[in-house]
Nanobody, 123 residues
Framework: VQLQAFGGGLVQAGGSLRLSCAAS????????MGWFRQAPGKEREFVAA????????TYADSVKGRFTISRDNAKNTVYLQMNSLKPEDTAAYYC?????????????????WGQGTQVTVSS
């Protein structure tokens, strides 16, 4: 499956952004989807994940209550709504897809990755 993430940008602290990730090539509803982020000099870290039917979601503690992951299987798209953004949320954000039932929060469990979209939060 091919993934393309977009929607990043520059925003002030306290602001909001919505990232989108469009999938193509295979049956989108067969894949659990995740968002990860990577700041300069740091490892790529888990942000949020959603099950293939959209019923189950998981969040990193650092974004819980501020970010919301959702998906529209009819549009082959997964979203990440980011509210109350903080400077420490600055990173390149990546979407990823997996078919296996392994943990959502380990990047090694994902089979496909999109290119990153940059989010910069100014203080």
């Amino acid at each position: 499956v091919q993934l393309q993430a977009f929607g990043g940008g520059l925003v002030q602290a306290g602001g909001s952004l919505r990232l989108s990730c469009a999938a193509s090539g295979r049956t989108f509803s067969n894949y659990d989807m995740g968002w990860f982020r990577q700041a300069p000099g740091k490892e790529r870290e888990f942000v949020a994940a959603i099950s293939r039917n959209g019923v189950s979601t998981t969040y990193a503690d650092s974004v819980k209550g501020r970010f919301t992951i959702s998906r529209d299987n009819a549009k082959n798209t997964v979203y990440l709504q980011m509210n109350s953004l903080k400077p420490e949320d600055t990173a390149a954000y990546y979407c990823a897809a997996k078919r296996n039932p392994l943990s959502d929060s380990y990047r090694q469990n994902y089979d496909y990755w999109g290119q990153g979209t940059q989010v910069t939060v100014s203080s």
